[in-house]
């Protein structure tokens, strides 16, 4: 049994199987997931996981070499544009229409669904190398 990190077997498998450029997203409880790509489904009830403990979960076992977010988040969701800025600090940040975004879940390994009712609480996390 792990002691530390993800113990969602799910979440711990994608990022185990990872490569460089491989794509992850975490998502609000809205946000649609394109056939295809595995969902991992976290939400239990409204707000429960929310966003950011999941994002802050995923990003303490992952080398993020950048973030794609949705340009809407800035006008729409400013608590969670800021979380993101002081999360991740340095961390090259790619914006992208809502549109663009959720075409982009298409290349994803898995799309991670919590339980956040906040619009554009979303993001798709690029996996860097830790050497």
Known sequence: MKKQG????????????????DLIVIGDVGLPIPDGVQKIDLALTPG???YEV??????????IEKIILAEEIKAMNEPVH????????D???????HEEFKTKTKQAKA?????????????????????
Not at 111 to 127: D, H, K, S
């Open 82 to 89: 800021q979380y993101m800025k002081e999360k991740f600090g």
């Open 6 to 21: 993800i113990l969602n077997s799910h979440i711990a498998k994608v990022l185990a199987d990872f490569g460089h450029t």
């Open 111 to 131: 799309v991670i669904r919590t339980g956040e009712i906040t619009p554009y609480a979303n993001c798709i996390l690029q996996a860097g190398v830790f050497f």
């Open 54 to 63: 999941t994002v802050s979960a995923v990003a303490d076992d992952m080398v």
């Open 91 to 97: 961390t090259p940040v790619e914006y992208i229409s």
């Open 48 to 50: 429960f996981p929310s």
